[in-house]
């Protein structure tokens, strides 16, 4: 990468990541002030402060493979497992090509990504805005292969989708129709896994988590025969304490719990051949500071803390997927963090990767919900490149 004029000797990766957010000095360096005093109180396993470690700069695509191949196994997510999910940018694929000079639609993104570095996409639905190429909907099998064709064009693999699984069960005819055109849409893309962004079910008793494994072993082993891997995406909520003992309440529920988290319940009782997840690191550390107590059957309060690593390991190949979301410390807002663009917050994903391991089989997937802005309209692919360079400067500690 030929050098930045515009930098003197003197900057620093945080100083060239403070001009590409655009922000003023001091209030670069507050922000990281708070984030680091935060860092030391910070609910998770491994904390480390923002921007510590290895960050460099950009770099293009073929840039980026000799870079890795340059470090061997320290690479800790490999160049063609790098990938975002485009609800990030979902403001530019919904962009009107005609009212900007911003990339706008799914071939103009993909292209931008690419240049970016990633390799790989997880589509949030197939809708775009009406003016760019290939019109409004492409979820059919026609709007697949144009898809397909802009995903080839520019080295990218589509690894899964947010779109439908059924809502109802038993499944209805017209229900299963369309999951069957999604599984068909998904093969022309070319996934390897197919699944959606809720959980299994909202709820907390056992006996619903028990119906949602019947429904997805059953759609598990519809998509299977299609050679299509169906994950279920979540949030904190499937990560707290499942209800399962103790009194029963006024409509014979259980208002006690085990200490087994319903969706750990979840993968013990589907079966591992035909159902998986995607894990939401983000979510799993909101999950690990919300949910670090439960009420036992003899009604003691127990403490357990979640360490949404050590569920990966010990549910190896059921986790292929990942959205790597990073987060500052919040002590306000009930959750524990406020999103903030990968690699520029407190999660110690160095940490979490070497944990989990298994670097040919998971595809971490860039995600920040806050990314697009209304009053800045460049800010969410802006933030896919921060994140990228982020993903890409992750390396093993040497011993």
């Not at 620093?12 to 990281?32: K, N, Q, Y």
């Not at 609910?43 to 191949?69: K, T, W």
């Not at 490999?78 to 999910?85: C, E, L, Q, S, V």
């Not at 690419?114 to 709007?143: D, I, K, M, T, W």
């Amino acid at each position: 990468m030929s050098p930045d004029p515009a930098r003197t000797p003197a900057d620093g990766p945080d100083e060239a990541l403070r001009r590409t957010l655009g922000v003023g000095r001091r209030r670069f360096l507050s922000t990281c002030t708070a984030v680091a005093a935060g860092a030391i109180a910070a609910p998770v396993l491994g904390a480390s402060p923002a921007l510590a470690g290895d960050h460099h700069g950009g770099h293009d695509h073929d840039h980026d493979h000799d870079h890795d191949h340059g470090h061997g196994n320290d690479v800790l997510v490999p160049a063609r497992k790098r990938g975002i999910i485009l609800y990030t940018v979902r403001d530019a694929t919904g962009r009107d090509p005609l009212s900007t000079d911003l990339p706008s639609g799914f071939r103009e993104v993909f292209k931008q990504l690419a240049r970016y570095g990633y390799r790989q996409v997880e589509f949030a639905g197939y809708g775009q805005h009406a003016n760019a190429p290939g019109g409004a909907n492409l979820e059919s099998v026609e709007g697949a292969k144009l898809l397909r064709r802009w995903l080839d064009e520019y080295g990218l693999r589509a690894q899964g989708n947010h779109g439908f699984i059924p809502s109802s069960w038993p499944l209805t005819t017209p229900d299963l129709d369309t999951f069957k055109k999604h599984l068909e849409i998904a093969n022309i893309l070319g996934m390897d896994h197919m699944g959606t962004g809720g959980d299994p079910t909202g709820s907390s008793y056992r006996a619903d988590w028990d119906v949602a494994a019947d429904k997805w072993n059953v759609l598990g082993r519809i998509a299977r025969r299609e050679g299509i891997k169906l994950y279920t995406h979540n949030h904190d909520a499937a990560y707290g304490f499942l209800l399962d003992a103790g009194p029963l309440d006024d409509q014979g529920r259980p208002t006690r719990s085990s200490g087994i988290r319903k969706l750990e319940y979840f993968l013990k009782i589907t079966d591992p051949a035909l159902v998986w997840l995607e894990m939401d690191i983000f979510w799993a550390h909101v999950a690990q500071y919300k949910f670090h107590t439960y009420t036992a059957p003899d009604g003691t309060t127990r403490e357990q803390v979640f360490d949404p690593a050590a569920v990966v390991t010990r549910y190896n190949h059921r986790y292929p997927l990942f959205h790597a979301k990073d987060g500052v410390v919040s002590t306000t807002n009930g959750q524990g963090y406020e999103m903030v663009p990968f690699g520029t917050g407190v999660i110690d994903y160095r940490t979490f990767f070497t944990r989990v391991g298994n670097t040919d089989y998971r595809n971490p997937m860039i995600e920040d919900d806050n990314a697009p802005s209304a009053t800045d309209l460049g800010q969410s692919l802006r933030y896919a490149k921060i994140s990228y360079d982020n993903l890409a400067a992750l390396r093993r500690r040497r011993h």
